[in-house]
């Protein structure tokens, strides 16, 4: 699924230019088989903050490459679990009046006050972030841009 709206968000920037590389990437967390979004609202965010306390859960992020020029194009994505520290309700609560969760999927960022909510992670962190930066430089040394 990541793979798809990455490489759809990457389509759609790449029609308005006649070359370069257009990056696209879409995270989704997943707790028992089931995908957190973004909340719809305060309610929602507290139920998924409610589920992930406490235990694991996988974050997936899909980045896609799009060459404007040829249309040719690379797609991946990384996967990191992350435990999450258990969580009383006055917590979630107050976590969530910060606004950070609003607009994150899982309801949390992990670069902001969420990361006090993360006991540990096995993985890569900017897979949590939202671009996993290492899989970007080998996806973009295919195209012949070397980071290093």
């Known amino acids: 699924m990541v793979e798809i709206l990455s490489l759809r968000k990457a389509k759609s920037v790449a029609t308005h230019y006649d070359e ?3 990056i696209g990437s879409d995270t989704i ?3 028992d088989d089931e995908i957190l979004g973004k909340p719809a ?3 929602d965010a507290a139920r998924m903050l409610s589920t992930i306390q406490g235990r694991s859960h996988f974050v997936y992020t899909g980045v896609a ?3 404007a020029a040829t249309g040719e194009s690379q797609v991946a994505h990384s996967k990191t679990e992350v435990f999450v520290k258990p969580l009383d309700a006055d ?3 107050r976590y969530i009046q910060t606004g950070e969760p609003r607009d994150k999927a899982g309801s949390y960022a992990i670069q902001g006050l969420g990361a ?6 096995n993985g890569d962190y900017f897979t949590v972030v939202g671009l996993p930066v290492g899989l970007l430089a080998e996806m973009l040394g295919r ?4 980071i290093l």
């Not at 195209?143 to 070397?146: A, I, K, L, Y």
């Open 41 to 43: 609202d305060e309610k």
């Open 91 to 93: 917590t979630i609560r």
């Open 143 to 146: 195209f012949g841009v070397r």
């Open 29 to 31: 967390v997943v707790c």
């Open 65 to 67: 490459i799009v060459d």
């Open 20 to 22: 370069g590389l257009v």
């Open 116 to 121: 006090t909510l993360v006991e540990r992670i």
